[in-house]
């Protein structure tokens, strides 16, 4: 088993409750993907412990090979037209009021696969208008158009990745680009005024304080409301290793650096990732989350790792 | 006599390092307090006992690869 020798205060509880296996049964028995399985997400168990999942569509296999990430590399087969339907079940079921939906990257299809973002997001706001939806998008290879299609459908919160800093592109996204991304979060802005917008960055990819801070400011640049920062973990030994492993304190300094250059709200933590405890994330910048339909069973293993961590609700 | 066992993890991940148990055999332990450290290619994790009670058998080692499901120990 590789490991990066990881330092005493990248630990996590092992959570193991009843509703972690029953979001376990329920995603399976749905066959419905989620990035939380796919990174191989050390928060899963946290996750899945709270019936809290991030949902991933237009299947589980990639067009990109991003140096970072576990997902499947390889030619995608066709759009699931039942995929849809079956998210919405997942969402019944596990009784979600902030549902978080991502993609794989699909440069195979001539839209991006911006028609199925549209048409999950469509079918959830047909079971509930309190639901609250965030989304995660892709680049769409920088076409403008597709990104206004899946903002048309009214999501909540617009998310995109910058994923790391400039320099670094080649080697942790090739494929995408830096100011490619930073102009689709600027379009998003700029075409959905009431939109929340937000953005995150892995560290530990070998880059300098330097670039990070920059990096921040860049994302700010584009009128993004939310940055989340968190530490690389390499998922396998075919990704790219870890070069460093920030340590709390540095992570407490960023969300300080963030929240004075104008983020409404900044998750800073070895743990944090871009849709780990989205709906807390949510909430701090205003957005009205109805209580859950379903209330977890209380569970004193339970712990937030984002406080523990020093980047605070 | 409850068995601890190895939750399930993420998908394709199927197996930990033992690297630390908190306790000895005999002791006694509350439920919630940290029983035994694990090491997955992503993190360390530290597993909670599920009851309270007294650690009657510690079934791994140190340094050994256990199995999701695997019964770690038993508690009674």
């Known amino acids: 088993m590789q490991n990066d020798n990881f330092p005493a205060w990248l630990k996590k509880r092992l959570i193991a409750n009843q509703d972690l296996f029953e979001t376990k049964e329920i995603l399976s ?72 939906i991502t993609s794989v990257t699909r440069d195979d299809l001539a839209d991006g696969g911006a028609g199925q973002f549209v048409k999950v997001i469509e079918q959830i706001k047909k079971i509930s208008t309190s639901v609250k939806i965030e989304v995660l998008i892709p680049d769409f290879n920088g076409e403008g158009y597709l990104a206004d299609r899946v903002i048309g459908s009214r999501p909540d919160i617009v998310g995109h990745n910058i994923e790391t800093v400039e320099r670094l592109y080649p080697l942790v996204r090739p494929g995408a680009g830096y100011e490619r991304s930073l102009a689709l979060l600027r379009a998003v802005r700029s075409r959905s005024a009431g939109t929340v917008t937000k953005s995150g960055i892995m560290l530990g990819l070998g880059e300098t304080d330097d670039e990070v801070i920059g990096a ?96 605070g609700r | 006599m409850t068995d601890v066992t190895l939750p399930p993890l993420a998908q394709g991940v199927d197996k930990a390092n033992v690297s630390y148990w908190h306790h000895n055999v005999g002791d006694a332990i509350k439920e919630g307090e940290d029983l035994v450290e694990l090491v997955t290619d992503k993190a360390t994790f530290n597993l909670p006992a599920p009851i309270s009670g007294v650690l009657k058998e510690v079934l791994v080692s140190e340094g050994d690869a256990v199995k999701v499901g695997q019964t770690l120990a038993k508690i009674g």
Request: charged share 25%; aromatic share 10%.
């Open chain 1, 216 to 311: 921040l400011n860049d994302i700010r640049s584009t009128g993004c409301d939310i940055v989340t920062i968190g530490q690389y973990l390499r998922p396998g030994q075919y990704n790219l290793p870890v070069k460093r492993f920030v340590d709390p304190q540095k992570f407490t300094r960023y969300k300080l650096i963030g929240e004075e250059i104008g983020f409404k709200y900044v998750a800073s933590g070895p743990f944090v990732r871009s849709s780990y405890f989205a709906d807390v994330y949510s909430a701090a910048v205003g957005l009205d989350i109805k209580e859950r339909s379903y209330k977890p069973k209380e569970s004193r293993h339970d712990r937030c790792d984002i406080a523990a961590s020093g980047s």
């Open chain 1, 29 to 100: 028995a749905l066959k419905v993907n989620t990035v939380c399985e796919s990174s191989l997400c050390p928060n899963l168990n946290e996750c899945f412990s709270r019936r809290f999942a991030t949902f991933l569509i237009l299947g589980n296999v990639c067009t990109r090979s991003c140096g970072f990430c576990s997902v499947l590399k390889d030619s995608p087969g066709a759009v699931d037209p039942d995929e849809p339907a079956r998210i919405v079940e997942a969402v019944k079921r596990l009784g979600l009021k902030y549902v978080v």
